[in-house]
């Protein structure tokens, strides 16, 4: 008899409900909060004052939590002096598009209300893969709402429309069956895909013309490469300015090594990812 391997939404589901447990009891280096919008929900802060960075993490819309951030939101804390809010969201197999926007989003303005003295720094954006794309979506959206001082969107995945079995072959890279994945459980209205809030490279002239200046890292072992470079041109051809930083890496690692930072701060991949880490909030500082 074949054994059959489990969907990508059973995975999805099987998952989240160990993430949700394992946060539930797990200590993190930062603040666990509960929004009162949403109790299902725990964000992480860490406290600083020189600006207020929004990371959201990775994982296809459907996988993983704000623990695999936890090491990564500390050190940017610890580091720069900065607050950081490491943004929960209802991952897609429970809800799709747009709720992960709205969450975020309201996470933001809770944590605002709630620590007035963040209403006053400089807001950034930070997202990795899936992440990259609802980070890239919500400076999008905040255009008319909040001002958002720059992004930093690493290994971004930003391009939903397209036929993904079109993007380039790499070894031990994501299968084209786990990308439309992925699309089908954030966005199954397929007549929304080509929104610039679902698939931010379909952005317009005057959307990339108001998008903050920005940090694009790509992996050159990603399948996912031609996202980030066309995201940077766009922005180029607007004349935002931003900077393109080409690792030769798999796609989420940083995430993968900054987990480690802790742990093994010496080894070679921790150290690497630590270095992009740097350059990249030095640029999206200014500092």
């Keep these: 008899m074949v054994e059959e391997n489990p969907s990508t939404l059973e995975l999805a589901i099987q998952r989240g409900k160990e993430s949700a447990a394992l946060l539930k009891k797990a200590k993190t280096l930062g603040r666990k909060i509960h929004p009162a919008f949403n109790p299902e929900l725990t964000y992480l802060f860490y406290p600083g004052k020189k600006a207020l960075l929004v990371d959201i993490h990775g994982g296809g819309f459907c996988f993983k939590s704000v623990l695999d951030n936890d090491v990564y939101c500390a050190y940017l804390s610890r580091t720069y002096g900065v ?15 747009p709720q992960q926007l709205v969450d975020i989003s309201a996470e933001v303005l809770s944590l605002l209300r709630k620590f007035n003295d963040l209403a006053t720094l400089p807001i950034y954006l930070i997202g990795h893969s899936s992440g990259a794309n609802l980070a890239a979506a919500l400076a999008i959206r905040f255009n008319q709402e909040m001002r958002i001082a720059g992004c930093l969107l690493n290994y971004p995945f930003l391009d939903l429309e397209r036929d993904q079995s079109s993007r380039r072959e790499i070894p031990d890279a994501f299968p084209t ?3 439309n994945d992925w699309i089908h459980l954030y966005c199954p209205y397929p007549e929304l895909l080509s929104r610039s809030d679902v698939s931010p490279l379909a952005m317009s002239e005057e959307e990339a013309a108001h998008f903050p200046r920005s940090v694009i890292t790509v992996a050159t072992k990603d399948r996912l490469q031609d996202d980030g470079r066309s995201f940077a041109w766009q922005l ?48 999206l500082l200014n500092l």
Excluded: C, Q
């Design 236 to 283: 180029t051809s607007a004349l935002v300015d931003n900077k393109l930083i080409e690792v030769e890496e798999r796609h989420g690692f940083i995430e993968r090594h900054m987990r480690n930072l802790l742990l093994t701060p010496a080894n070679p991949r921790v150290v690497n990812a630590k270095k992009v880490t740097d350059e990249s909030i030095r640029w």
């Design 83 to 97: 607050a950081v809010l490491n943004a929960d969201f209802t991952l897609s197999y429970l809800a799709p598009y």
């Design 177 to 179: 069956a786990l990308l």
